[in-house]
């Protein structure tokens, strides 16, 4: 189980950091990933991160987004800032634990485990 926190309501400009942590299983041998889905949107991949801390992001987020992952903690963050209107949406962390996923190709049918999702809302 994947739980998510962190959202919440900023200015543009500002900043938040996501948090996914695995509830009742590791995810140190899962690549992990942040997606997000606007209303009337198609749900597109934010960040992924492979198990030796490889990373890989959407050319909008690059430069402002950080994919990390704490593997003592069991926990994967996605430090957001000089956040825009446009990355208002429900972000949720994802796993993949045969890794099937890599940074060049990682569409949300390849993670089979998927958290509830946190708001993320940016206004102008």
């Known amino acids: 189980q994947l739980v998510e926190s962190g959202g919440g309501s900023v200015q543009s400009g500002g900043s938040l950091r996501l948090s996914c942590v695995g509830s009742?299983?590791?995810?140190?041998?899962?690549?992990l990933a942040w997606f997000r889905q606007a209303p009337g949107t198609e749900r597109e991949g934010v960040a992924f991160i492979d198990t030796d801390g490889t990373t890989s992001y959407l050319e909008s987020v690059k430069g402002r987004f950080t994919l990390s992952r704490d593997n003592a903690k069991n926990t994967m963050y996605l430090q957001m800032n000089s956040l825009k209107p446009e990355d208002t949406a429900m972000y949720y962390c994802?796993?993949?634990?045969?890794?099937?996923?890599?940074?060049?190709?990682?569409?949300?049918?390849?993670?089979?485990?998927w958290g509830q999702g946190t708001q993320v809302t940016v206004s102008a």
């Open positions: 009742k299983y590791t995810l140190n041998n899962h690549c």
């Open positions: 994802a796993a993949d634990d045969f890794c099937v996923a890599s940074g060049s190709n990682w569409p949300a049918a390849y993670f089979p485990y």
